[in-house]
DNA sequence: TGTCTTTCTGCACACGTGTGCAATAATTAT
DNA sequence: ATAATTATTGCACACGTGTGCAGAAAGACA
């Protein structure tokens, strides 16, 4: 049988409630006393149920994290700068992968309810509405991570999509194109309008016009998907010169089938990603994209969550707080100026 | 106030015991009130406690997973195969990454403990065996994956690396090299070693000798390294025509250095990875790998917790339970038969 | 010496759930 | 109608921890 404070009070000839506040550094306790039962409690390897102090302090110092799925490398990053203010803080993280399947999603929240997780974190922009009410209803603080659907959530830090893109954007145009595609993903919602829009609104900007024929959309970023894109815009009657891909993932996916196509990148095509992965600087060529914060994203959050658990008071109020963080340009050697007889 | 079963147990006008069984499936409570029961339980929108239950129950329906790193997308796969296999029975996962770093590892196990997980399946095949020691000390059931101290662990999980090794090896030999290279992980402990012994045995079985140079370790795997492998080779007086990386994003990085140093692959030297993650097959060239059979390690490895916590006698038990999956050669273009004037 | 602080510790209850046992109600057998 | 059986429910305790309150011990002061 595993060892509780009551087999330590025994051992010492204590009262449980003494070794409990020893252990928990109450400083009623003498200073003799509780070093006796610190050092028996070594001894013993003793190790509290986090499950028996959750009931009695109604906390369980874990926080729970939504991610749309583990293997994209832009979450882990995010996840990363989470973890380090959590743990920080004394939380743990239960991490949940809800994978576009809104069967895992009930799931998830379900588990995270009877978990009794002290707050959550939704990382998953395709995360559905409902289920994030079902937790605020339940009384759940919620923090909001690139999800657009800021109506419902009163806390939420995200990205300024709108602005990357533009720079992405003005990248292009400072090079000379005018003939800029878009190749968006219609699964990821608002972030992939938001990179349209600001798109739009730097070539409105600069006074080009968006040939309409040049935004299009697949149903996801998985890299395969961008031979569906390629193969779009090359069979246009006027193609375009400079192709912005929803992300790094979707661009890599879109390099590979420019390369089967012969395409050159970027002699014939300049192709832009997004968000910045690892193994975005190893494509080939590097890909020129935008730099997401990832870290910064995720510990800002985490840490909006914490000072929310602090003063628990905050939640119930209407009060309303959202952080808005701008990427940066990143040109590697995926653009280029477009050919003289275009 | 979060609701309890007393609660609704004042509602129905029962017992709370009543209600616990109602809720719990006990066939003793007569259909009737059962229905009843459970209909308000659902309008009261009562979420049982899973501390309260735990601790009274004395399991937690969590296991915990402990990998190297998240973003590394080999282990992203080996996830999904646990994931699955543990929601079919009703549990969840406790995911924490050790990221190679002690005080990390240290406080991993602690929370492990301190949460009561059923059991601990480890990925990480850096993680240090005296915290999996400490795990087993304390009764959890382990199960480790491709962790190649096998002797500490009962129960254990792996990919046949050395025959994977060798099927690459064979490839490379088929195609008529003879001056093959491997470029290993030193970080990676005994999987480095097994995929150097599987070459190394395949040289011998097809009476080629190696070149000692011909071996060459970096420390760790990130693709940055791939370029002082590189480097290293291509300064031997004698240069290797084919390189065996210790994984694919070593590979990754190996194969964006020769493209740097316009080295053609496959014409001027051959490159094969190791794992088949999924951006291998969008490298340029694409990526000749083993294919591991991730999901399946990680299905299984889960299937085996299970059982083990199944018939808690085993695990007391001196009994050993090992299973080895091998994987599949996959050629796409990155290797090829060497130059004739070499 | 007795009283009043101060310092320290134990008693008893609580958190939300599950379960053995006894008690009650309903049904059947005699 | 009574006894015996079965079906259904409640009582009371337990899991391991934290905490208000009272009480004991020790020291300070009159």
New binding site residues.
Partial sequence: ??I???DI?KRT??????V??A??G?????????DCIRKVAQEMG????A???S????QTKVIGVIVNSIDDPFFSEILFGIEDAAQQAGYSLFIAASQYDLIREQNIVQTMMEQRTDGVIICSSSFSADKGRQLLANGFPVVVVNYKANENFNYSIYHDDVDGSQQLTRHLLALGHKKIAYLGNSKSGRTSLDRLNGFKKEMRKAGVKINPAYIFEVEGSEPELGKDGLHYFMNLPDRPTAIMCFNDMLAIGFLHACQQACIRVPEDLSVTGFDNITLSAYTSPPLSTLDQPKYSIGNEAAQLLLELLGNKIENSNNTHKEKVLKGSLLVRNSTSAPLQNE
Same sequence: chains 1, 2.
């Fill in positions: 049988m595993r509780t404070i009551k009070a000839g204590v009262s449980h409630s003494t409990s506040r252990l928990g109450n400083t009623l306790i003498s200073e003799a006393t509780t003793y190790q509290p149920s499950a028996a102090r009931l009695k302090t109604n």
